[in-house]
């Protein structure tokens, strides 16, 4: 008995006569701030960090507090969602859409730490946590059991807020996680925002005879040849075709680790990508700002993710 827990929605469909507006409200609200944060020392930065966006409105002469309500309150009547219908959001899952690790909270929470320590040197990481899953099915431990415990897992009300609107402004939100469909899947449902996303990129699971068993993403037969993404699955190969299906529409693309430095690369400077700050991913875009077109709009915690989401969207 296979039960295979994949996630494709059909494809929004977007009326063609919005696209043309579409354009001219990225760049009325999309005020670049060549601004640099004091971090950093390269002229022509496109860091921006949540205080240059917070406080952007007073700083433009162009743009007073009331003229920003206003516009706001304009975009809200009906031009915002032209907008929004032409944006792709790509939310990493692990310490960028849930603060937390899924695969060390199963590990932490189900009694795994010590094996996962032993074994952590010895095998790629997505083997290991198949080998993680075979243990618990060997203790006895069932799917429902793994549920439950990812079921714990807390997600940050203003994560979970500004995920809704985004949705319901018609933004097309997708996850690419090197995590895997099961608990993706599981903790979204749990939180009632798994509808609000068109499609789940990571790690197929399969329920075996009640074992779950991880897969890589990419077939072994067609392994990418990207050497800043580990081998089962390269994001910016994600980012290419999502860019290839959805043409023109502009990209936000989220995330913490090191495998997000790949899918960053591939922005062109309408999209923006937000890093988690003081993690590796902002560590790589600091010390390479010129190899990313992107804008940079970093965050620390789902306050301040919520925040930057509601002054770019
Ligand atoms: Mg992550
Ligand atoms: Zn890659």
Known sequence: ??????????PRQVDPRLQSGTKRMITLLGRSRPQLSSAYHQPTSKLVSLNDVASSPAQDNQLTPQREQRLRASLDGGSRHIMTENTVIVFDFDRTLIDDDS????????????????????MPWNSLMDRMLEELHNQGKTVDDIAQCLKG??????????IKSAHSLGCDLKVASDSNTFYIKTILEHHGIYNCFSEIVTNPVLVDSGRLRIFPYHDVDSLHACDLCPPNLCKGRVIDRIQAETGSKRLIYLGDGRNDFCPTLKLVAADCVMPRKNFPLWDRISNNLELVKAKVCEWSDGEELAKVFHSIL
């Open 1 to 10: 008995m296979f039960e295979r827990f994949n996630h494709v929605a059909p």
């Open 103 to 122: 695969d060390r909270w199963v590990i932490a929470n189900m009694g795994l730490t010590d094996l996962f320590l032993q074994l952590r040197r010895t």
């Open 153 to 162: 897992i807390p997600l940050h009300p203003d994560v979970i807020s500004v």
